[in-house]
Structure formats: C-alpha cells, structure tokens
Nanobody, 124 residues
C-alpha cells in the first residue's frame, strides 16, 4: 500500500507543524506506524514510532519532548505533531507502516509500506 503523507511546509524556528499519514483502503488498526526523515546529504533516520495497539510510542533523542506521534480515535490517520522546530529538523519526512508489531521500531527495514514523503523546511 502506498501511504499518503501530507502537512509539510515552511515554518520559522520555534514554530509547529502537524504531519498526517493515511493508508488508502484501510485503517491503522493492526498496523504499527513510524515517521522517518532524510535531510539533504544525510541518510534516512528514525524519528518516531507507535505500536499497533496505539499504547506505546518511541522517539529519537533529537525529537523527544518536542514531537508527538499519535493516531486519531478511528485510526484513519497517523500524525506527527512537531513543536519547537529548529533548522536541524529540515528534511523530507516519510511515514511507514508494518503489520502488527516489529522487533525493532527504529529500523527502516521493519516497515513494508511507505509514503512518498513531505518536505519540512525550518528557517530562521
């Protein structure tokens, strides 16, 4: 399934954005989800993940306390709320999903469905 990520844009340092990810034809029930990002000239890195039950989340140290991953009650969308953005958050953000749980939520290879990416640009 091709996931659909949206919500990227340009924002000033200290600002906020909310990214959304939908999975056409299905809900997020029974799927773990994650956000990864890739900055220019850098490798793709883990940002945040949420277990298929929705009850546990994981964050990279660089975004912990600033970003929140969650799903809506109907599990139609997965979100990434990003606050206190800084220039190092500038990247293309990708959402991903996996059937039920995975052994390593921070590894991109754990996920089999991906979105096309949405660009977040943070400027001063």
């Amino acid at each position: 399934v091709q996931l659909q990520a949206s919500g990227g844009g340009s924002v000033q340092v200290g600002g906020s954005l909310r990214l959304s990810c939908t999975a056409p034809g299905r809900t997020w029930n029974n799927y773990s989800g994650a956000w990864f990002r890739q900055a220019p000239g850098k490798e793709r890195e883990f940002v945040a993940a949420i277990r298929w039950t929705g009850g546990k989340t994981y964050y990279s140290d660089s975004v912990k306390g600033r970003f929140t991953i969650f799903r809506d009650n109907a599990a139609n969308n997965m979100y990434l709320q990003m606050n206190s953005l800084n220039s190092e958050d500038t990247a293309v953000y990708y959402c991903a999903s996996a059937w039920f749980g995975v052994s390593d939520y921070e590894r991109s290879g754990s996920y089999h469905d991906w979105g096309q990416g949405t660009l977040v640009t943070v400027s001063s």
